[in-house]
């Protein structure tokens, strides 16, 4: 823009400011509700961003070898490393485990109101009547089809991805699974092993709760649960205190069908329905960001591999890049909910009957996860943490109107 035409068109200067200054203020993160469309996937050969830096890593590591050389019989005292469950997180655990189940419930009712499609050939999803025509298939022969998606119809599991990982009895006692018991322990949802570890319990899956914090002996850990256990239950103080800290998980199966059967009664209008599984969806999502504060989740740095716990499993079963050096075994790193909730972002349509979003104007569409998606698409109010990142306020122009955009 020419000094000449800025002199007589002031206003221009303070909008062109303006509309620089809220570009950077976006970009550096100041507003909360801001949030730009997720990275593109890595390349396969590329390990997976480390969420806490490796410096920080290296100096937790070298201040707990040298606090336990100078105590090297201690008592864990924190709850969830000494094996006790953290009280105020055993009631979310709870609410968690229903949320997941009414997530579920709704999202599969909604399906059969809102068209979902699914790549052949790769995982792409996308939500409406006909599949887009933007080229990021990444699935076998994509160079001959000019990485154009081929479409079939979807189902839940294309929707939400809940990774599987194996069940510990004891987390603290015996956190990693050997390679000779791959067939023997079983594997359940990641988030559902997570809410087990965090108070919730299943008659299916049983885990063990313990009373007495356990000790750190030279970096080993040892229980002496056993001795004390048979103590109290001759004293006569069996587990009244421990069902308390529970919460009435006897009852858990009625309260679940109890939320599924209001969200069924609700979800009489299609409208009411995509409200509460979105309502449902954000309080999981919640939850699980508050369990992984304190419980830890590891995932494999090349490969979808989830385990809860404080440690990873020993099953020799990596096929990622570079799991030749290492024997098949994962390389484990700290997760994020990411790992545990796959959101499977899916491309925005603003018309469910419009035409197919077009790959000249990709750069002009926005993106949610496909749960939000859904839910918005069935009837349900636009999030004001997804806003941004759906490009609701971005006019996307007209095919024949492309060349004529900057």
């Known amino acids: 823009m020419s000094r000449s035409v800025r002199s007589q068109f002031p206003g221009i200067q303070a909008l062109s400011t303006r509309i620089r200054t809220l570009t950077l203020g976006f970009g550096e993160g100041d507003d909360p509700l801001y949030a730009d469309l997720p990275k593109p996937s890595r390349m396969k050969v590329e390990r997976k961003p480390y969420p806490t830096p490796m410096k920080v890593l290296i100096r937790r590591a070298k201040e707990e070898r040298e606090a336990r050389k100078a105590q090297p019989c201690r008592l864990l005292e924190e709850p969830p490393g000494n094996g006790l469950l953290v009280p105020e997180l055993v009631d979310v655990a709870h609410r968690v485990y229903r949320a997941r189940e009414s997530v579920l419930f709704g999202v599969s009712k909604l399906l059969d109101v809102v068209p979902l499609q699914r790549c052949r050939y790769c995982f792409e999803v996308h939500i409406g009547s006909m599949g887009h025509e933007i080229r990021t298939c990444t699935g076998p022969n994509s160079g001959v089809r000019c990485a154009t998606h081929v479409w079939r119809r979807g189902g839940v599991q294309d929707v939400i991805y809940f990774p599987s990982c194996f069940h510990l009895y004891d987390r603290v006692g015996k956190p990693r699974v050997g390679h000779d018991e791959r067939y023997s322990v079983r594997r359940i949802p990641a988030i559902v092993e997570l809410c087990i570890q965090a108070g919730l319990d299943l008659e299916k899956y049983p885990t063990k709760r313990r009373m007495k914090p356990v000790y750190c002996i030279e970096g080993r850990i040892v229980d002496f649960e056993s001795e004390a256990k048979k103590d109290e239950t001759k004293s006569g103080l069996n587990s009244e205190d421990s069902k308390s800290q529970l919460l009435g998980s006897a009852k858990l199966g009625s309260l679940i069908n109890s ?22 969806w954000f309080e999981m999502i919640s939850g699980v960001r508050k369990i992984m504060d304190k419980y830890s989740v590891q995932t494999c740095g090349y490969c979808p591999e989830v385990q809860v716990g404080p440690k990873g499993h020993k099953v020799r079963m990596c096929k990622a890049s570079k799991h030749q050096s290492r024997n098949g075994l994962h390389a484990w790193q700290e997760a994020t909910i990411d790992d545990v909730v796959g959101p499977n972002y899916v491309w925005h349509v603003r018309d469910l009957h419009g035409p197919a ?20 698409q069935a009837g349900a109010p636009i999030p004001d943490q997804y806003r941004s990142m759906m490009r609701v306020d971005v006019v996307p122009p007209d095919r024949d109107e492309v060349d004529l955009v900057a």
Do not use: I, M, W
């Open 259 to 280: 939320a599924a059967f209001a969200v069924h009664e609700k979800g009489n209008n299609t409208r009411d329905l995509s409200t509460v599984t979105l309502q449902s």
């Open 357 to 376: 979003l077009d790959n000249n104007l990709k750069r002009y569409y926005g993106k949610a996860p496909a749960v939000v998606e859904l839910c918005v």
